[in-house]
């Protein structure tokens, strides 16, 4: 009973770090990322802003949620070390959460510090603001996991896979990268944004636009590739891995997939406005969680064989997750 309850808490805290991330896009998308003026971790100077302008309400409030957050992961964290014995592997995951919540405030006060926020548009900026995003979808990846072998998951093992391994680290790793360029991409439409459709196709390709502009056009192409490579990759693990839950996560990570194309085409022919960049990073994030599970589900210690597993483990000098 109190592993079902864990278990549960453990997805609220995803869902409401998914919050959370959708909450700072909306800071980025109104600008108010200066709220706060460069103070962290007090806003303006003062514990709690006096007489304050939308802007900062808006900063103040993800400042309060994004606490909220670190307060729920250090708890996740304890009460996996009170219910999991040593070694098992929701332990470690509750451990790497807190990790990466904690590399998150950094980053996040490091935008803060250095005004990398509201109009800023510097180089400095594109890269954090990727860099940003990355933690933040290793951070969910983690916190997923965490909820994931809490509800009954089994171990998994990180060699010894074969072409399935290669496939889905491909998947997961161009991931990653189609987010940071999604993140420089609503970078670029919140400080250049377009009057009409052929204006900001325009923009795109023009040599004397600002970079940030011309790199717009990357986004667009890499998900498409890398979405019909998924499309593939997930209909190929699920017949190499045919066990009920790689099946299930397959069929919801294509059917995901689909939606988030119209989405994407929606969001660029209605010029992104904020509510369709925000439903847009939404279905981003549930993309990201359908693959972590269709990975975890597919790459499972029992599937190695039995002599692949001894070799396996030795080279990775204990990478693999062991069976409590």
Not at 221 to 239: D, H, M, N, Q
């Amino acid at each position: 009973m109190k592993s079902q309850r864990f278990a549960q808490f453990a997805w609220i805290v995803v869902a409401y770090n998914v919050l959370v991330v959708l909450w700072g896009a909306f800071v980025r998308a109104t600008g108010s990322g200066a709220g706060c003026g460069s103070h962290w971790p007090l806003c303006n100077g003062v514990v709690v802003p006096q007489s304050p302008q939308v802007a900062t309400l808006i900063e103040f409030g993800h400042r309060l949620t994004s606490g909220l957050s670190i307060l729920l992961i250090a708890m996740l964290a304890v009460w996996a070390f009170r219910l999991y014995p040593k070694r098992h592997r929701v332990r470690r995951a509750a451990v790497w959460s807190g990790f990466f919540i904690f590399t998150e405030a950094l980053i996040g006060a490091g935008l803060v510090l250095f005004s990398l926020v509201a109009h800023n548009e510097s180089v400095a900026r594109v890269w954090s603001h990727a860099a940003h995003l990355v933690n933040t979808f290793v951070l969910i990846m983690v916190l997923t996991l965490t909820a994931w072998w809490a509800s009954g998951g089994k171990p998994v093992r990180l060699r010894g896979h074969g072409s399935v391994g290669a496939l889905l680290s491909v998947a997961l790793l161009g991931t990653l990268l189609l987010g940071a360029t999604g993140a420089i991409t609503a970078l670029g439409d919140t400080l250049f944004p377009s009057a009409t459709l052929s204006a900001g196709i325009a923009q795109d390709f023009s040599a004397t636009s600002h970079f940030l502009t011309r790199l717009r056009v990357i986004h667009p192409v890499l998900a498409i590739t890398l979405g019909v490579y998924i499309v593939v990759v997930a209909r190929i693990v699920s017949s190499m891995r045919p066990n009920p839950d790689t099946r299930r996560f397959a069929r919801l990570l294509i059917g995901l997939f689909g939606m988030q194309f119209v989405i994407g085409m929606a969001n660029v022919g209605l010029l992104a406005p904020i509510w369709m960049q925000l439903i847009h990073l939404l279905m981003a994030d549930l993309l990201w969680i359908a693959l972590v599970l269709l990975g975890a589900s597919a790459m499972l210690a029992e599937e190695v064989p039995a002599a692949g597993v001894a070799a396996a483990g030795e080279r990775a000098g204990g990478v693999a997750i062991p069976t409590p």
